[in-house]
Each structure stands twice: as C-alpha cells, then as structure tokens.
C-alpha cells in the first residue's frame, strides 16, 4: 500500500514492470510454435474461438479435459484481443511470469522490506529456467505463479491481526488455489 511512510512501492513496481516486461517481450513471437506442447496449447484455445464454446476445451474437436482451462481462456483472451500470431501466444505465459515477478517483489517487501523485495524479484527474474519458461506456450508458468500467490498470501495472512486484511489475503489464497 503507498502511504506517506513507502511512496516507493509504486514506483518499483512500475520499474519492475517495465524492465521485466521488455525483457519478457522482447522478440516473443519471432521463431515458430514448438511441437508438440506449444502446438498443442495453441490450438486447443484457437479451437475456442473458431467455436465460440469457452467451456468444452476441444484438440482437432476432441474433447480434451485433460488440463485446466485458465490458460487456455488466458491464451485465447490474448489471440481475441492481439490476433493470431506466436507472439500473442505466448504473451499469456509472459504475463503470468511478470505477475509472479510483482508477487514475489511485494510479498518480500512485506515481510523483509525494500532492499530483499527488489532482489527477490531480480532474482526470480533473470533466473534461465524461469526467463525460459515464461516465454515458452506450456501450463508451468500459471501453475507456478499461482502455487506461489497461494503460498505468498498464506504467509502474509497469517502474520496479520483479524480484520478485512486478513480476510481479503486468504480470499487470495483460495482464488489462486
């Protein structure tokens, strides 16, 4: 929360945001889908909107129940309101990684302050098998982003006094659960 006490968290966040979403972003879409995982997890959401059905996930009009749609209704988010290329693709995971960058840099900021929440996030960012993952069409991001909001609102909850803030931080665990 910015106060008076911490006008940098605003600030961070926006450095943090920019720095990690030109890199996350940069040359996404330039070399082509991946098989079979990428394939795969593009056209199960391009098959969505061919359909118009968000609720029955479909491969070459299979039904296919085998993973959880989010990513999946994130990807063809993207593909409705970017159009179809790999880079629209594969922004979902770039995302997902950004966000887990913002979560980590905030929850570390609140249990240790400034200095560990920035390295946390720097860390997490520029470490190759997370840079690698967020750029790369598969369902390990969201899962790993989402298991860390889950963890990182446990700890914070449970360190806060009963009242809504409490409250709204195990809403987030159930939500990211």
Known sequence: MVTSENPSWRRDLLWLALAFGLLFG???GSYPL???DEGRNAEIP???LA?????TPRLNGVNYFEKP???YWAVGACLKVFGSSEWSMRATPALFALGGILLTYAAARRLYGRMTGLTSAIVLGTSLLYFGTGRF???DMPVSVLMSATLFCFILAVGEPPGSRRRWL???LYASA
């Not at 359909?51 to 609720?55: H, K, L, P, R």
């Open 46 to 48: 391009r098959e969505m």
């Open 137 to 139: 069409l598969v369902l």
């Open 51 to 55: 359909t118009g059905d968000w609720v």
């Open 26 to 28: 940069f040359r996404l």
């Open 69 to 71: 749609p989010l990513m």
């Open 34 to 36: 991946d098989n079979p």
């Open 170 to 172: 195990f809403y987030g």
